[in-house]
Nanobody, 117 residues
Framework: QMQLEESGGGLVQPGGSLKLSCVIS??????????MGWYRQAPGKQREMVAV?????VTNYADSVQGRFTISRDSRTTYLQMERLKPDDTAVYYC???????????WGQGTQVTVSS
């Protein structure tokens, strides 16, 4: 079993930055062997993948955030650095982990990001 806890969300003006964190508790050997990802869900829309990082550090981004968002990880945490935020980035952001390139085995509760002036 793993538990994930996100933090770092909030209200930011367009063009601003935020950094999300997700701390993962559980077996460290398993955590190091799996992918970590960030997803988001805006009101009235389906949940979408934002960024994924594999156990080897290979990253993949949604086209809408490529060049603005950066995913990273250390032993028990994954981060999402978000730059040049737009109102369309407003959503609840979730972290997830799992063995595939679209990790979805365990999920956090989500953290709200609102981009508005």
């Amino acid at each position: 079993q793993m538990q994930l806890e996100e933090s770092g969300g909030g209200l930011v003006q367009p063009g601003g930055s935020l950094k999300l964190s997700c701390v993962i508790s559980g077996n460290i050997f398993i955590i190091k062997a799996i992918s970590m990802g960030w997803y988001r869900q805006a009101p009235g829309k389906q949940r979408e993948m934002v960024a994924v990082i594999t156990k080897d550090g290979v990253t993949n981004y949604a086209d809408s955030v490529q060049g603005r968002f950066t995913i990273s990880r250390d032993s028990r945490t994954t981060y999402l650095q978000m730059e040049r935020l737009k109102p369309d980035d407003t959503a609840v952001y979730y972290c997830a982990v799992g063995p595939t390139l679209k990790p979805s085995t365990y999920w956090g509760q989500g953290t709200q990001v609102t981009v508005s002036s």
